[in-house]
């Protein structure tokens, strides 16, 4: 859901407008958003986790559209998944995008034994690029 709010900070201006909504390959939830805007493309980045958060098929997902009234379309493929990154980052979740679009941060765990009840779960905070090219964002190096 999307609301503009006055310049306040505080005060809501209009009623809610939907931008997506879960689907199959979404699972039941959809969560932690956050948007990016490739500046020179005229693209919004709707970036949001889907799935459940202790399984290994979570992942960060990306819906794309020219305004943000929408229309929005989701992409494929993911934009981060577990054991795509460098550090193979199992279960990455909650992107956040700096302010000026060219890096994100998110966590994610360190190992899968506390899935099968050997050792603690471990998460770690990851910094990486964020490179936008039309349409698509995606995962550069780790910092």
């Not at 209009?14 to 958003?33: F, H, K, L, R, Y």
């Not at 980052?89 to 966590?107: E, L, M």
């Amino acid at each position: 859901m999307l609301q503009q709010v006055d310049s306040d900070g505080v005060s809501l201006i209009g009623g809610p407008e939907q931008m997506i909504t879960n689907d199959a390959s979404d699972g039941s939830s959809v969560e932690a958003p956050t948007m990016l805007y490739g500046a020179g493309q005229g693209v919004y980045f709707l970036i949001y986790n889907s799935g459940c958060y202790t399984a290994s098929t979570y992942a960060v997902r990306v819906a794309t559209a020219t305004s943000l009234a929408g229309p929005w379309t989701k992409s494929i493929s993911p934009f981060l998944v577990t054991g795509q990154t460098d550090a193979q980052v199992y279960i990455p979740g909650s992107v956040d995008v700096t302010a000026d679009g060219s890096k994100i941060v998110f966590h994610g765990d360190l190992n899968l034994g506390w899935f099968v009840g050997d050792g603690p779960r471990v998460r770690g905070m990851f910094a990486a690029q964020a490179i936008t090219s039309g349409f698509s964002v995606v995962v550069g190096s780790l910092f």
